[in-house]
């Protein structure tokens, strides 16, 4: 369970926030800590990177895929579905005790683990089944092996006809990063 | 100068509320970092007790009142632990009510009805609620489901999609995925187009001229019906180059859709965030 932040964490943050030297005010504690520094080089390293490319170009993500792959479902295979209450137990019970257990200590997830040291559940079986509520977060990507593609027409050998100005702004829609990364990533339906 | 002594006016820093990791979360943190302003990355437990609210004769004040963007990963579908679940909803909760009470600029605000956007994971109900005109049939299953329906126009090829790995294979192929499953009449070779919308600026991702299409109005219009501040629509475009149809509205772009379009996107998204 991720513990709270100390005061002393949340007033750093919120000091350096509010911090921020504005329009030539400078307010006292607006030092950089040593991990600001890094990230503020780190920053200008990604920044000096993209100069001299047109951001039209597009760039490939450092790792391929969303930084959420896979890191959700951290430890399934034996903690047990409260909501599916198929095991029998009255899950309000634990107010009153009446199976003698403490569920909040814990003992209800076998392996005692903490769900951020447990391993991705990539059976697909239960972490397939996505809730039907809200969707309000970014949602799990993942990269698709290559498609098979249905109908993709073939380049005749030799065209008997010039194309048309439609079909030559096809063909360059076609051949263009987004259409490439979007059919890479499977088809849009 | 203490916290409860600035106001909103003299903040100049962005609270992006994500998953540390996330790499849409770094660009954005970076790029405002290099504009001169100060920008962080908190998950959903750290950016919550940075935050107050208090309701002073019925006005809800927040503290402190900086801009803001919601990334907000997803729980674990299954749980782990009760308090773990629990301490998340807590968080979570009021984080909505920070998000939807101050009176700093937040991108893709939640309303009173939710946290989450007025986007389904079924296009057909998000183009309902997006007031569109009624697009193809559209089946979720527990098997990868047959054909359903007429197929309508060019989209004559019936597309099944496992929700589990977001592979997307034409019927009757399998994708040897467990599914569940979702599927929707398409064109058997579909071409597309991607907007990136932040307010009323709309970015094409490719340089094609598809000006008689009108996508970044239609765009601009779709994510402002279904109250959202930033999104990328995907169209799926004619062969003929006649006629455009929306088929997804991503609340939350990914870094790959925003790179395309940063030249514009960015210094537009400064000027929303530290008008």
């Known amino acids: ?189 | 100068m203490s916290s409860s002594e600035a106001s909103a006016s003299d903040s100049s820093g962005l609270v992006v509320v994500a998953d540390p990791e996330d790499a849409v979360a770094a660009e954005i943190r970076d790029f405002v970092e290099d504009s001169g302003h100060e920008a962080v990355i908190l998950d959903v437990f750290d950016a919550a007790q940075l935050f107050t609210v208090t309701v002073e004769d019925s006005v809800a004040v927040v503290e402190p009142a900086v801009p803001m963007i919601l990334r907000l990963p997803s729980p674990p579908l299954r749980r782990i632990s009760f308090d773990a679940e629990f301490q998340f909803n807590e968080c979570l909760a009021h984080l909505w009510a920070v998000a939807a009470l101050t009176p700093a600029p937040v991108i893709n605000r939640p309303g009173p009805g939710g946290l989450g956007t007025r986007v389904s994971a079924s296009a057909a109900l998000t183009e309902l609620r997006a007031g569109l005109p009624g697009g193809s049939v559209e089946v979720f299953s527990s098997r990868p489901p047959e054909p359903v329906g007429p197929a309508e126009a060019e989209s004559t090829q019936w597309w099944v999609q496992d929700l589990a790995s977001w592979t997307t294979v034409p019927w009757p192929e399998r994708s040897g995925g467990s599914g569940p499953f979702r599927a929707r009449w398409s064109a058997p070779d579909p071409l597309f187009e991607n907007v990136v919308v932040l307010r009323d600026h709309a970015w094409p991702s490719s340089a094609v001229e598809l000006d008689r299409l009108r996508l970044e109005e239609r765009s601009t219009d779709i994510v402002a019906r279904l109250g959202l501040d930033l999104a990328a629509v995907v169209w799926r475009i004619s062969p003929d180059l006649t006629s455009a149809k929306p088929v997804m509205v991503e609340p939350f772009p990914d870094v790959e859709q925003l790179r395309m379009v940063w030249l514009g996107f960015g210094p537009q998204l400064l000027k929303v965030l530290f008008p």
């Open chain 1, 1 to 189: 369970m991720r513990p709270f932040l100390s005061a002393a964490e949340r007033r750093d943050v919120t000091g350096r926030l509010w911090a921020a030297p504005q329009q030539g005010l400078v307010f006292p504690g607006a030092e950089m800590t040593a991990g600001e520094r890094r990230r503020r080089k780190r920053g200008k390293d990604v920044k000096e990177s993209k100069e001299g490319k047109d951001s039209k170009d597009g760039k490939e993500s450092k790792e391929g895929k969303d930084s959420k792959d896979g890191k959700d479902e951290k430890e399934g295979k034996d903690s047990k579905d409260y909501k599916d209450g198929k095991d029998g137990k009255d899950h309000k019970d634990h107010k009153d005790g009446k199976d003698g257990k403490d569920h909040k200590d814990g003992k209800d997830d076998k392996d005692g683990k903490d769900h951020k040291d447990g391993k991705d559940d990539k059976e697909g079986s239960d972490w397939a089944m996505a809730p039907s509520g809200p969707d309000g977060f970014v949602r799990q990507r993942f990269e698709p092996a290559a498609l098979p593609s249905a109908g993709m027409p073939q380049a005749p050998a030799d065209r008997a006809h010039p194309l048309t100005e439609e079909e030559e702004t096809a063909a360059e829609l076609r051949s263009s990063r987004v259409n490439r990364l979007l059919r890479g990533r499977g088809v849009v339906i």
